[in-house]
T-cell receptor, first 112, second 112 residues
């Protein structure tokens, strides 16, 4: 599975959009980008995933560059409850035997 | 719809003992994956159970073993506990081993 690089930490003001970048320059054509987050003392929470098209759900939007070497998770109106560690994971769907490889992630702090 | 539950929430053991952790998967899910999360680190994949059989394993020694039952709930057993086994143990359920996984709150194990 391709390796990902994320900034260790980011800040965001409450009510503003939080844009979390992820670099995955070695991604191959059949690998998906998944995003999870982990709020302190809780289990990780699935947010969104995509292959090459931009995706949106009730939690967030995922923007993947045309060359697929990077992506951005967008929380459109961040709240204090969005403070968490955000993990970007690249994986070949259906062949990973459920193995998600978590890196260090990005600590997002949303402040009032 | 019932989410993923884990028991116990906290556990204290001494070195050399054995421990069993339990996980009930989300309704409709047939796959359970287990992860170990040391303090300050991302979760590390231990193994996955699909339809009562181990279906993928991470870099963990054989003293980490598991079971999955016909109702798809699962157990993680760790023998000969070591101090480094102190961690948060997370289980995640999914459908057919897919990468969209739903995590439980975890069991925090302390080995003294």
């Amino acid at each position: 599975d391709a390796k990902t690089t994320q900034p260790p930490s980011m800040d965001c003001a409450e009510g503003r959009a939080a844009n979390l970048p992820c670099n995955h320059s070695t991604i191959s054509g059949n690998e998906y980008v998944y995003w999870y987050r982990q709020i302190h003392s809780q289990g990780p929470q699935y947010i969104i995933h995509g292959l090459k098209n931009n995706e949106t759900n009730e939690m967030a939007s995922l923007i993947i560059t045309e060359d697929r070497k990077s992506s951005t998770l967008i929380l459109p109106h961040a709240t204090l409850r969005d403070t968490a560690v955000y993990y970007c994971i690249v994986v070949k769907s259906g062949t990973s035997y459920g193995k998600l490889t978590f890196g260090q992630g990005t600590i997002l702090t949303v402040h009032p | 719809e019932t989410g993923v539950t884990q028991s116990p929430t906290h556990l204290i053991k001494t070195r050399g003992q054995q421990v069993t952790l339990r996980c009930s998967s989300q309704s409709g899910h047939n796959t359970v994956s287990w992860y170990q999360q040391a303090l300050g680190q991302g979760p590390q994949f231990i193994f996955q159970y699909y339809r009562e059989e181990e279906n993928g394993r991470g870099n963990f020694p054989p003293r980490f073993s598991g079971l999955q039952f016909p109702n798809y709930s699962s157990e993680l057993n760790v023998n000969a506990l070591e101090l480094d086994d102190s961690a948060l143990y997370l289980c995640a359920s999914s459908l057919d081993g897919m990468e969209t996984q739903y995590f439980g709150p975890g069991t925090r194990l302390l080995v003294l």
